[in-house]
DNA sequence: TATTTTTCTCAAAGCGCTTTAAAATTGTAG
DNA sequence: CTACAATTTTAAAGCGCTTTGAGAAAAATA
């Protein structure tokens, strides 16, 4: 059914159909129940493509989500913050259009949803730390909202959590336990997060007097396999480090593998802190959890986000704002005092 | 730029632009490549949903994924897939609607969809044995193809991977390796692929002559914490379970965790066979992998029920089809004879 | 009762495209 | 040079809605 077939078996105009269904208020109140109560009935659901067409407003926010990694992976912690997002899209009557690129780089695909007009506003998900499409963003004057941000964090809105500090608390807990061979796995450092994470790693050391080791530092794609291979590498070093600092859940799995294979105890011989973005299926646990950690949830960042966007359509001239979220330091049963004292 | 102007700057009608664009043969070579010249320079890209209206073609497929469990989570599996079906729209010149919903049993949204014109199919994910949804997406007539599959697999088109062999296989390995009690942690029967699971399993124990045990069988959202606390439970039977069948990597990690906790070591004093849907951050690894699974490419399923949805979508009377996804048997390092052969 | 104001309803234009039906142009014979 | 067909182009209608600018109807004021 469709408004021309409703407004004649109304026998009123479409007009009069359409302002009552809409709750303009040059329509009387008994008509428009009467409309109401007909379109429920008869099921009535306008064309979402003709309302867009006719308003401008496509009501339908883009997600553009990289492939992970060279593996063509799609990371679980762009779902969680989708699934979260998606909630306000529904509860504000848009909806979600998702687009996976291959290329991290790639620009066009914004241009072409602009260009389609097939979206009011995007998000924009893995912010490199100087990343091209921001620039094509302001340009084609679509409005968006960054989940992380770049360098620079002027100029635009962004929601993020604080990653310097999350990782330099973390990288203080274990200087003040006593490790001074803290290796850090880090994701890949075009990323602003990882970048951030190892300034905020770097300036704990720094201010614990505690030389920087590059053979110390990895950085690549957050999977399992990448925490095995470099904390089993790190651990048949000669002097191997006491500590690990992971960059997510996942790459900790592996960590936690290498060591119970190298015959060590993790929390004993070789404390490890990870980053946890409260994927609740992975349950890193309440009262003592698994994982010492830094947590900040994305299920929240996709709500501070998704909001921000849906503002910022309301109102395009809006000064950017931002929300950096706290994180907290967990302690957990992978952490404890580094095991020999006397090294240095 | 707007079909009228680029018309009008090019001196032509908006029919013959639009034809010349959409490669009609009614219009000569020579306006042909000057119109398609001029768009590109111009940038040109049609509006989206003023196509969609003329043409009746939404150009979009609708996912409606449920949330996994009743803690609001968005399965990785739902993602991988997602990604992976996206890949061949865009290929296609189709968008992705994603949504998310809170209850699975929630026909609504369909309806919605339908209704408001804006997708021209779906893909109906985590079918139950008995799903209402079916019956909603047939009589609203929008195209469907289900990842996994009612009990009743008739009528409709489906992708699906052989649950019920895989998982008989799989206990039918550990009946080979001398193990008689075999624990099942399940996800929730209602879903179709736990059902078909579980009846494999049974099958298998049936052949060997085994009793089935219900204190061996578990069935709940597929959490780490969930394995860890099932199988915790379990080994502290007086009559403990040798080996579990685990529906999934995630759900393995925290049965891994109870066994070490309980001093056990994975693939001596008990064996494990998960499920493995191939996310390559898991990365269960190449010549001997951590876990003996039974392994099929959530990836590959959705490549053949996009393209699947897609052909349907073309020629909407094709006789329902499907495909059955064999399932590999792959050996790791988790399973090993049962260490007391002497009891049954 | 005539006039103004307010309330309610409507016809028609427009959003940006496709597509039908018809017209203009070109080509081929007769 | 006309007649007819084939080729190329166009005007206009239509997709399903919103919204503008008016017109009727009802209520209020004179």
């Known amino acids: 059914m469709n408004l021309k077939q409703l407004s004649n078996q109304l026998q009123l105009s479409q007009t009069t159909v359409s302002r009552a269904l809409n709750d303009y208020p040059e329509v009387s109140e008994a008509t ?5 109560l007909a379109a429920a009935k008869g099921g009535y659901r306008p064309d979402m493509r003709a309302i867009s067409l006719a308003t401008g407003k496509a009501k339908t926010i883009g997600h553009v989500v990289p492939m992970a990694n060279k593996d063509d992976v799609f ?9 979260s997002a998606s909630q306000t899209y529904s509860q504000y009557g848009y909806e979600l259009m998702l687009t ?16 389609k007009r097939a979206v009011d506003g995007v998000i ?32 635009y809105h962004w929601v993020d959590m604080d990653n310097h500090n999350a990782f330099k608390l973390a990288t203080k807990l274990l200087l003040d336990l006593g490790h001074r061979r803290i290796a ?5 450092e075009e990323m602003t997060f990882a970048w951030l ?23 690549d794609d957050l999977t399992e396999r990448y925490g095995y291979q470099k904390a089993g590498a790190m651990l048949s070093m000669k002097v191997a480090p006491t500590a690990f600092l992971v960059s997510s859940y996942i790459v900790a799995l592996g960590v936690r593998r290498a060591i119970s ?47 921000m966007l849906l503002e910022l359509i309301e109102n395009p001239d809006k000064e950017p704002t931002s929300v950096l979220m706290d994180t907290q330091l ?9 095991p020999s004292l006397s090294e240095s």
Chains 1, 2 share one sequence.
Request: charged letters at 25%; proline letters at 4%.
């Open 100 to 115: 996976v690129e291959k290329s991290r780089d790639d620009a066009s695909t914004y241009r072409g949803l602009a260009a």
């Open 261 to 307: 294979q190298a015959g060590l105890v993790m929390g004993e011989q070789v404390s490890v802190i990870i980053h946890d973005d409260e994927l609740s299926y992975f349950d890193n646990g309440g009262v003592k959890p698994q994982f010492t950690s830094t947590r900040s949830s994305v299920r929240q960042a996709g709500y501070e986000a998704s909001k």
């Open 32 to 36: 428009r129940s009467r409309v109401k």
């Open 197 to 219: 994470r190892r300034a905020g790693y770097e300036e704990a050391l720094n201010d614990g007097g505690v030389a920087i080791n590059s053979e110390f530092m990895a950085a």
């Open 124 to 155: 924009l998900h893995s912010p490199q730390t100087d990343d091209p499409r921001l620039a094509v963003l302001q340009e084609v004057g679509l409005p968006f909202v960054v989940h992380g941000r770049m360098l620079n964090g002027e100029g």
């Open 75 to 83: 990371s679980p912690i762009f779902a969680e913050f989708i699934a």
């Open 330 to 338: 967990v302690i957990g049963s992978s952490t404890g005092p580094c």
């Open 184 to 188: 850090l796995l880090n994701g890949r």
